[in-house]
């Protein structure tokens, strides 16, 4: 098979993921390796930042090996370096971002160093399948729900402006202080996800926060209280409602019905967002990216929202759908393309940045 240049490297270590990949010019993922940290995080219940970035070093030989081993290149075939500038953890950043650089300017390769969550926006475009990326089109609706971030942008000739975000929480965020409460181990999304997908999400109907002002904006402090006040309520009423260890089918009726009705209602969140900006400003394109679009609701939620209403929507494959370096390599592709670039000897980190 023959390669299209020009081949990027991405390198992401924004947060606890160490990640490496390989992306050829027309969008091909060659390669993607995500060493996971979560068990040197696990017994503290959340990411250590001290211990996120000496593991982002220590793991770094292997991934980037195993990175350029999977592809079939070498440090020489490439012509791109990508890394994460932020925003995320200081440090960690700090890893991953040195060792782009240094790998740039000892090859001397074009350098990128990408916002976190330009990688994410453009996510949806890669395939799973290893075949070429689809263009992404020259406008489109971006959704970005992580554990750092919930947001509505608008992309429009490669120029990317925020028409929404969250005001206080972020629903990645909220699922995983949920299930904290519950004593489910980090991360406790995914976790709240499975189990909330047995329960029944009529038992406990959460609201759907609004602004007062009607503005698009995200909210998602209030529904985690409530939903911390619900848990309270259960153990008052004599509920065994720590989990640890225990999963499904020993998990009380009523915790599982109070997940579904909280992922019910923060899903619900997004549709209702979307519909109404569709009203504001009809849109034909929606990307949608970020951990939490592998959320077991939201999914086919969204796939019959856009179904219902003529959007074009693209949702994050599985696997792009977590903290990637695929993603990154992908969106500085894109950035080059347009005749941006990086000094390596100039790019910093920093722990928050406006996209
Ligand atoms: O994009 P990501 O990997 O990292 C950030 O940039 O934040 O997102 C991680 C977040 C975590 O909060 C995790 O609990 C959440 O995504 N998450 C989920 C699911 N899978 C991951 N939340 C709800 N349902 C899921 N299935
Ligand atoms: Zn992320």
Redesign the pocket.
């Known amino acids: 098979m023959s390669v299209t240049r020009p081949i990027a490297l991405g390198i992401e270590t924004?947060?606890d993921?160490t990640a490496c990949a390989v992306v050829a010019g027309d969008g091909r993922v060659l390669s993607s390796t995500v060493s996971s940290q979560l068990e040197a995080h696990r017994p503290f219940g959340g990411v250590v930042p001290e211990i996120a970035s000496r593991e982002h070093l220590r793991n770094w030989p292997a991934v980037s090996e195993a990175a350029l081993q999977e592809a079939g290149v070498t440090l020489g075939d490439v012509d791109i370096v990508a890394a994460t500038k932020g925003p995320?953890l200081i440090g960690s950043l700090l890893v991953g971002l040195s060792l782009g650089k240094a790998i740039a300017y000892a090859q001397g390769s074009r350098f990128h160093a990408v916002h976190?969550l330009e990688g994410?926006l453009f996510s949806p475009f890669l395939e799973a399948t290893g075949e070429k990326a689809e263009r992404p089109p020259e406008e489109f609706i971006g959704l970005v729900?992580?554990?750092?971030?919930t947001a509505l942008y608008e992309v429009k000739a490669g120029e990317t402006s925020t028409l929404a975000e969250t005001r206080d929480d972020?629903?990645?965020?909220v699922?995983?202080k949920v299930?904290k409460r519950l004593g489910l181990p980090y991360?406790?999304?995914?976790l709240?996800?499975?189990l909330a997908e047995i329960g029944d999400g009529e038992r406990f109907p959460l609201p759907v926060a609004l602004c007062s002002d009607g503005s698009l904006d995200f909210s998602y402090s209030g529904l985690k209280s409530q939903t911390l006040v619900e848990i309270q309520r259960l153990e008052s009423a004599g509920v065994e409602t720590y989990l640890g260890e225990t999963r499904e089918p020993e998990v009380p009726r009523d915790v599982v019905d109070l997940l579904a009705g909280f992922?019910r209602a923060a899903v619900g969140q997004l549709v209702d967002r979307l519909a109404r900006l569709l009203e504001q400003r009809p849109f034909r394109q929606l990307a949608v990216s970020?951990?939490?679009a592998?959320?077991?609701l939201?999914r086919p939620s969204l796939e019959a929202w856009a179904e219902n209403n003529d959007v074009d929507l693209r949702l994050v494959a599985l696997r792009y759908?977590?903290?990637n370096a695929a993603m990154i390599a992908h969106a500085a592709l894109l950035r080059d393309e347009r005749g941006l670039a990086d000094d390596p000897l100039e790019a910093d980190a920093a722990s928050r940045i406006p996209l």
Request: proline letters at 6%; one cysteine or more.
């Open positions: 924004s947060c993921d995320g976190h994410h729900v992580s554990g750092g971030h972020a629903m990645g965020e699922f995983d299930g991360p406790q999304g995914p709240v996800d499975q992922r970020g951990g939490v592998a959320n077991r939201l759908s977590g903290d």
